[in-house]
């Protein structure tokens, strides 16, 4: 091996160790966080809704690091009905969105789509009600998708790669297995999965409850429509990594929109944060 190759990979190996936090989760479980309705506010819909530069307030903090529910509330309406004091949490961000569940979507007549946070592109509008005013938003109403935030460090550990979706299995007295459980993974991130009221509901699940990955690889080939989407509007390629180490200066070097690795392969955490950040797509082969 070249020596400079040993280097960077030494000292990648070396940034991941030192940035890993001890995790105490070692049993493969994960614990479940059940989100209740809420809404994320753009700077400028906090002001519309509680008067020129207002300062959403902190009421406690979230389990993601720097994520707090605010004391602030707010009422929501569709067209055949309305929800009062829905949570804000904070910080305010870019773009204004509200996550709802399906019974909470029937009782106010709107049918938003299922998606991970974040992706509100087309998604229906709501009217959001205020101490000082309303705001109706064009779009950003959606029903969560099921996820689990991790670091990269729980990411080799459970061997599953950012933006993989997965099954995922919570016992109890009522047992269920969610699908389509998004993997995402982030420096930020405590391990932890996030449900809504209705998948906590169908499970009895409460609070603390522990899930478990039981498919990772065989889902993913049970993501057909979305692969289609991208490789309809643009055209993809491939990238087969065999090699032992996937690291942060093998994944610049590499041109494909998608790499694919197999299971043995250790991808580091600065490769991860470079795939995510030149939104390339990481795949870990079944084969
Ligand atoms: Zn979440």
Redesign the pocket.
């Known amino acids: 091996m070249q020596e400079n190759l040993v280097q960077q990979i030494v000292e990648e190996v070396l940034q991941q160790v030192l940035k890993s936090q001890p995790s105490l989760q070692h049993d493969g479980k994960i614990p479940i966080?059940v989100?209740a309705r809420h809404v994320h506010l753009a700077q400028a819909e906090v002001e519309l809704l509680f008067g020129e530069n207002y300062q959403l307030t902190p009421k406690f903090e979230l389990s993601?690091p720097g994520q707090f529910a605010a004391e602030e509330t707010v009422l929501i309406a569709g067209p055949k009905g309305s929800i009062e004091r829905v949570r804000i949490l904070g910080p305010a961000r870019a773009l204004s969105q509200v996550e709802i569940s399906w019974t909470d979507a029937m009782k106010i007549g709107v049918k938003p789509p299922l998606r991970t946070?974040g992706d509100i592109k087309g998604s229906s509008p709501i009217t959001l009600i205020g101490p000082k005013g309303s705001v109706s938003l064009a779009e950003g109403l959606i029903i969560?998708q099921a996820?689990i935030?991790m670091s990269p460090e729980d990411s080799s550990r459970l061997q599953v790669a950012d933006g993989q979706s997965v099954q995922v299995k919570v016992e109890g007295i009522r047992p269920i297995i969610l699908s389509n459980v998004i993997i995402?993974v982030s420096e930020r991130y405590h391990l932890?999965m996030?449900i809504d009221t209705d998948e906590a509901n169908a499970g009895l699940i409460q609070q603390g409850a522990k899930a478990e990955i039981v498919n990772a690889s065989a889902i993913e080939s049970l993501q057909p429509i979305e692969r289609q989407a991208v490789m309809k509007t643009e055209e993809k390629s491939i990238f087969h990594f065999d090699k032992k180490l996937l690291s942060q200066g093998e994944v610049l070097a590499i041109d494909a929109q998608e790499i694919i690795v197999s299971k043995k392969t250790i991808v580091t955490a600065l490769a991860y944060d470079k795939i995510r950040e030149l939104n390339k797509t990481l795949t870990i082969s079944t084969g």
């Open positions: 966080g989100s993601q946070s969560a996820h935030h995402r932890e996030h």
